[in-house]
């Protein structure tokens, strides 16, 4: 059976894109910046008031617009951290989460509808992934929150649901599309894309010119217990994962992160963070920051968080060996912001 012929998606088109789609409609082209002035307002079509009436009828037919909604939204009571459950048009459900800073608001966004990467500890991978978010899917989450909260976001980190790096050409067009000085204007130095060692990715990412931050999720310190952890290291091995890394900041300049969640009994004891800051250090030529993070505990994975005290402890036996630890402080305690609990209740 032939395919269905997708739509174009006018949230995923570059400004110079949208020119040219509205000229093919036999437009003007000051059109095409009005829409896109109204697209990273989050509006709906119908709210684009400056456009004649037959030129939305027209997007309406012949187009997608691919804003999601918000089907559940959880307030923390501890610090006022909001996650979201949205909505895609298809029906598929992601996650966000808006989190406010001394600094400014950060958004986690979603990259994928579930996630195939298979990490021990997460709830997103448990059913596999679904399929990757177009460049307006992601988009719209930030879009989403902003109208939402009527605060600006200031900040983002593409550490939801799915690995961002399996998804690499529409996070790129996202990460263009809310830097775009005549959009959001998000400072790609204010965004962080995470992964859990996808090695030709990082090298692409390296090579793409955006100054993004690069988060790599470590959790182990040496190859056997990794490789139980997250099945991706049984491709790209820590050396060769810590070589790329090394090779992003010598071509981006920029300082990389290392997530760490403490799992009870794991990876979690004081030998583990010798070993951590000896491979840190033997591999890494360049500055980085570890993050400590208490696993969110999700019943299906039989893991059990470490505890606070003992990732102070863990943080400290880091520092004494020479490499920059912190324990990252946990937002929305009381309303499961972790990713991948929600939409795995969700879809329950």
Same mark, same amino acid.
């Given at each position: 059976?032939?395919?269905?012929?997708?739509?174009?998606?006018?949230?995923? =088109?570059?400004?110079?894109?949208?020119?040219?789609?509205?000229?093919?409609?036999?437009?003007?082209?000051?059109?095409?910046d009005?829409?896109?002035?109204?697209?990273?307002k989050?509006?709906s079509?119908?709210? =684009?008031? &400056?456009?004649?009436?037959?030129?939305?009828?027209?997007?309406?037919?012949?187009?997608?617009?691919?804003?999601?909604k918000?089907?559940?939204?959880?307030?923390?009571?501890?610090?006022?951290?909001?996650?979201?459950?949205?909505?895609?048009?298809?029906?598929?459900?992601?996650?966000?989460?808006? =989190?406010?800073?001394?600094?400014?608001?950060?958004?986690?966004?979603?990259?994928? #509808?579930?996630?195939?990467?298979?990490?021990?500890?997460?709830?997103?991978?448990?059913?596999?992934?679904?399929?990757?978010?177009?460049?307006?899917?992601i988009?719209?989450?930030?879009?989403? #929150?902003?109208?939402?909260?009527?605060?600006?976001?200031?900040?983002?980190?593409?550490?939801?649901?799915?690995? @961002?790096?399996?998804?690499?050409? &529409?996070?790129?067009?996202?990460?263009?599309?809310?830097?775009? @000085? #005549?959009?959001?204007?998000?400072?790609?130095?204010?965004?962080s894309?995470?992964?859990?060692?996808?090695?030709?990715?990082?090298?692409?990412?390296?090579?793409?010119?955006? @100054?993004?931050?690069?988060?790599?999720?470590l959790?182990?310190?040496?190859?056997?217990?990794?490789?139980e952890?997250?099945?991706?290291?049984?491709?790209?091995?820590?050396?060769e994962?810590?070589?790329?890394?090394?090779?992003?900041?010598?071509?981006?300049?920029? %300082?990389?992160?290392?997530?760490?969640?403490?799992?009870?009994g %794991? &990876?979690?004891?004081?030998?583990?963070?010798?070993?951590?800051?000896?491979?840190?250090?033997?591999?890494?030529?360049? @500055?980085?920051?570890?993050?400590?993070?208490?696993?969110?505990?999700?019943?299906?994975t039989?893991?059990?968080?470490?505890?606070r &005290?003992?990732?102070?402890?863990?943080?400290?036996?880091?520092?004494?060996?020479?490499?920059?630890?912190?324990? %990252?402080?946990?937002?929305?305690?009381?309303?499961?912001?972790?990713?991948?609990?929600?939409?795995?209740?969700?879809?329950?």
């Amino acid at each position: 059976m032939e395919e269905k012929k997708r739509k174009p998606d006018i949230m995923s =088109m570059y400004p110079d894109e949208l020119r040219k789609f509205i000229e093919d409609m036999g437009e003007k082209k000051f059109r095409a910046d009005q829409l896109f002035s109204w697209i990273s307002k989050g509006a709906s079509i119908d709210e =684009m008031s &400056n456009l004649p009436k037959s030129l939305r009828d027209m997007l309406k037919a012949e187009t997608e617009y691919r804003m999601p909604k918000v089907a559940e939204k959880h307030v923390s009571g501890i610090d006022g951290t909001i996650k979201y459950l949205m909505e895609l048009t298809d029906g598929e459900c992601i996650e966000s989460v808006f =989190m406010r800073y001394e600094h400014g608001n950060t958004l986690c966004v979603s990259s994928q #509808a579930g996630c195939a990467m298979g990490c021990r500890f997460c709830a997103s991978t448990l059913k596999g992934r679904v399929r990757n978010l177009t460049a307006s899917e992601i988009l719209g989450q930030v879009l989403c #929150a902003q109208r939402d909260t009527g605060e600006r976001v200031d900040g983002i980190v593409m550490m939801g649901i799915g690995e @961002p790096l399996d998804n690499y050409d &529409n996070v790129i067009r996202f990460l263009k599309l809310v830097s775009d @000085p #005549a959009g959001l204007c998000i400072g790609l130095r204010h965004i962080s894309v995470s992964t859990c060692g996808i090695v030709p990715g990082i090298n692409a990412l390296a090579e793409s010119g955006l @100054p993004v931050t690069l988060s790599v999720s470590l959790h182990a310190s040496d190859d056997t217990a990794r490789s139980e952890l997250m099945p991706v290291n049984r491709k790209w091995c820590i050396a060769e994962l810590l070589s790329a890394c090394n090779g992003y900041f010598e071509k981006t300049g920029r %300082r990389i992160s290392f997530e760490y969640t403490l799992i009870a009994g %794991r &990876n979690d004891g004081e030998n583990d963070a010798v070993k951590l800051a000896g491979v840190i250090k033997k591999y890494m030529k360049c @500055p980085v920051h570890v993050n400590l993070i208490l696993l969110n505990e999700v019943r299906e994975t039989g893991l059990a968080s470490s505890g606070r &005290n003992n990732a102070k402890k863990f943080a400290e036996v880091l520092g004494s060996c020479g490499v920059n630890a912190t324990v %990252r402080r946990r937002l929305g305690s009381d309303i499961d912001a972790s990713c991948g609990q929600l939409r795995l209740r969700h879809n329950k």
